[in-house]
Nanobody, 123 residues
């Protein structure tokens, strides 16, 4: 089973920066897409940014121009560089990945979530 482990959350003042990292581990993984979602208290979990194996990126309108997502295909990591942070960026950030994983004898799909990392932006 593919496991995702996030790191890099924390407390930062408005206007500051944070970098989140997520590492995928498992048995012969071939991810199609890796992404970051976030969930604020009382709100639904929303897509922040995603990146495909081919390098295509997609961003929520609220973070365009401030956040940058990048994936290292060889290391199976996805990073989210967050600049010009705002208090409304405060949330738990979750890493997500989907693709294919080698099982005992064949490849099968996977769809995994990390446990989340807290990002708090003070005003």
């Amino acid at each position: 089973q593919v496991q995702l482990v996030e790191s890099g959350g924390g407390l930062v003042q408005a206007g500051g920066s944070l970098r989140l990292s997520c590492a995928a581990s498992g048995n012969m993984i071939s991810p199609n897409t890796m992404a970051w979602y976030r969930q604020a208290p009382g709100a639904q979990r929303d897509l922040v940014a995603s990146v495909t194996i081919g390098g295509r990126t997609d961003y929520a309108d609220s973070v365009k121009g401030r956040f940058t997502i990048s994936m290292d295909n060889a290391k199976l990591t996805v990073d989210l560089q967050m600049n010009s942070l705002k208090p409304e960026d405060t949330a738990i950030y979750y890493c997500h990945a989907e693709g294919f994983e080698r099982g005992s004898s064949t490849w099968g799909p996977f769809n995994s979530w990390g446990r989340g990392t807290q990002v708090t932006v003070s005003s």
